[in-house]
């Protein structure tokens, strides 16, 4: 109980991330959302606002790592103690089923009057747009790498409060940019495994099959490269 407004901070942060998050994907991807075809730049502005908005409201407390790969990372680097790892990821992932249970219940008509299968998974998960597993984990581990590079390097830049926050959406939106069209941009295993959970288990009308041979990528991909940026900032720095 001593760590648990930590924790809670972790499990609504997140919960807030993914609904914003899988929001996006929802509302440019479902035929019957009024922003179908938004394209890529709204999903890369999408998530990078989220996150924005995620680290504004829970920063203070917890970090907003919101992301086991970032508290891998943070953990790597001598930044979090690892006593605290166990509980940040579990209440990541409680949050991620959350936000992707409230997703499912706002876009439940939509997503059973979708007629492409696999846009409805493309909802709730991350895939590849050209099936190589390892490349794809390798998108994934230099997507992560960058992403997990620029948050380190706030640390000991310590700008303002507002001037970090930019460097936080340009972290998430600039690598939804550069990765988004190989893999995805999943940079977080909560983010992915939770909802792949969530949509199999749900109803949704003509749904297919979750992939599940593609999931260890984006779990593996991102806790590799955040670990990896966080041994490369500490030889550096």
Known sequence: MEHMNLYLAELVGTALFMVLGLGVCANISLSKSGMCGAGGIVAALGWGVSMVTVAVCFGPVSGAHCN???????????????????????????GASIGALIIWQLYKDHLDEEECPGTKLGVFTTGPSIQNSWRNCLSEIMATFCLMFVLLSLGHQNPANGVSMFFVFCGVAGGVMSFGGLTGYAINPARDLMPRIIYTLVPIKNKEGSNWGYAWVPIAGPLIGAFLAAMLHRVIF
């Open 68 to 94: 086991p790969a970032v508290t891998v990372g943070f953990w790597a680097a001598g930044n979090l103690s690892g006593s605290l790892v166990p509980g940040y990821i579990i209440s990541q992932c409680i």
